[in-house]
């Protein structure tokens, strides 16, 4: 299965999904650790997946998202964004609406 495959198979099959360096544990950076802050203050389950221990991976999220950083989030298959994104999507209510009427 190429990288590509992979992750699109990982960001169909889970509802949320993040590339992150680290994990949700431990996050290895301070956008990754800002990014699980959000996600867990929502209180929907969600993947961490390390790209740090992945190259293929690492390299091959930029290319599939045409996205230059991490972490990525992932929501129902489409790519939202990053910390920032994330962040303020959270800020506005944004996020929390994405799962509006459904239970955790």
């Known amino acids: ?12 099959e889970n509802e949320i999904v993040v590339f992150m360096k680290g994990n949700p544990a431990a996050p290895q950076c301070g956008f990754s650790a800002g990014v699980v802050k959000v996600l867990d203050a929502i209180g929907r389950p969600y993947i961490g997946l390390n790209v740090l221990e992945d190259p293929f991976l690492r390299e091959g999220i930029k290319e599939y998202s045409d996205w ?4 990525q989030v992932y929501v129902k298959g489409e790519f939202i964004g990053g910390c920032d994104i ?11 609406a994405m799962f509006a009427g459904e239970s955790a």
Not at 1 to 12: A, F, G, N, W
Not at 86 to 96: I, K, T, W
């Open 1 to 12: 299965m190429s990288t590509s495959d992979r992750i699109r198979q990982l960001v169909t």
């Open 86 to 96: 994330v962040r303020d999507m959270f800020a506005n209510g944004e996020l929390q």
């Open 68 to 71: 230059p950083t991490l972490p």
